[in-house]
């Protein structure tokens, strides 16, 4: 099961990846200053993950599907 699909183009411009990875993280902020350390960790953790899928794991992804399977190759000839 993926929660974060970085393939769905909503994804494509740079600015939403980077906000989706940023929101979660200022809103731990947030929390961590109202000394509300489990929320905290739990905004931190989600932009953990945001930014792994979307921005470390991102650019891998794309490059992998934009490349022609085996397959592809076999029928243009």
Do not use: C
Request: proline share 6%.
């Amino acid at each position: 099961m993926q929660i974060l699909d970085p393939k769905h183009p909503f994804f494509k411009p740079a600015w939403r990846r980077w906000l989706t990875v940023l929101l979660p993280a200022a809103w731990g902020l947030v929390e961590l200053s109202n000394n509300a350390v489990g929320w905290a960790i739990a905004f931190f953790a989600a932009a953990g993950y945001a930014a792994y899928e979307l921005l470390i794991m991102y650019d891998r992804r794309i490059a992998e599907n934009s490349l022609p399977s085996e397959a592809e190759e076999r029928d243009q000839d």
